[in-house]
T-cell receptor, first 113, second 112 residues
Framework: DGGITQSPKYLFRKEGQNVTLSCEQN?????MYWYRQDPGQGLRLIYY???????QKGDIAEGYSVSREKKESFPLTVTSAQKNPTAFYLC????????????FGDGTRLSIL | QKEVEQNSGPLSVPEGAIASLNCTYS??????FFWYRQYSGKSPELIMF????GDKEDGRFTAQLNKASQYVSLLIRDSQPSDSATYLC????????????FGTGTRLQVTL
């Protein structure tokens, strides 16, 4: 089945620790995205990538880093510089055209210990 | 002014009625518009998308777009309790084909 797989489903971060969230897609999509969702708020774009080995900052990139070494994979690292990391993190992918919708993985819930 | 605005709700409709969800956007260059449904604690699920003025129907769902008024809406006919969720409007950003701006969502409650 084609889809987007995020892991883990739940993640706990200790003070000063970096954590990495995994996102893999087998939809052959060119573009991939990371969003953060806080309670009662919409989705805010952290980073996006439209092609392998290239990525761009979104609206709230500070304290996060990404890589895009393979078309299928777009991991997100939440660094210790991100002081308020508790949120629901969503990975999405899409084709590159304006009319092609984004499809989402099941998300990762990150909490502080 | 927010880039994409939605009434947060809750919008309460009785079972079998039509639910009307509205969204306004500020970027006149936006070309494509998406509606996602999000159940509590779950990820967003695509319901419909539209990029031409007018109506687009898919089963019980109709998306309506008016670019002159910068307005997009989603109608849900014969509303069911299973339609109770938060509906997110998303608009592509002018000049960046695939980047979206999301509204904060409208919570819909379908009552028995």
């Amino acid at each position: 089945d084609g889809g987007i797989t995020q892991s883990p489903k739940y993640l706990f971060r200790k003070e000063g620790q970096n954590v990495t969230l995994s996102c893999e897609q087998n939809l052959n999509h060119d573009a991939m995205y990371w969003y953060r969702q806080d309670p009662g708020q919409g989705l805010r774009l952290i980073y996006y990538s439209q092609i392998v080995n290239d990525f761009q900052k979104g609206d709230i990139a500070e304290g996060y880093s990404v890589s895009r070494e393979k078309k299928e994979s777009f991991p997100l690292t939440v660094t210790s510089a991100q002081k308020n990391p508790t949120a629901f993190y969503l990975c999405a992918s899409s084709g590159a055209r304006f009319y092609q919708p984004q499809h989402f993985g099941d998300g990762t819930r990150l909490s502080i210990l | 002014q927010k880039e994409v605005e939605q009434n947060s709700g809750p919008l309460s409709v009785p079972e079998g009625a039509i639910a009307s969800l509205n969204c306004t956007y500020s970027d006149r260059g936006s070309q494509s518009f998406f509606w996602y449904r999000q159940y509590s604690g779950k990820s967003p699920e695509l319901i419909m998308f539209i990029y031409s003025n007018g109506d687009k129907e898919d089963g019980r769902f109709t998306a309506q777009l008016n670019k002159a008024s910068q307005y997009v809406s989603l109608l849900i006919r014969d509303s069911q309790p299973s339609d109770s969720a938060t509906y997110l409007c998303a608009v592509n950003r002018n000049g960046t084909a695939s980047k979206l701006t999301f509204g904060t969502g409208t919570r819909l409650q379908v009552t028995l």
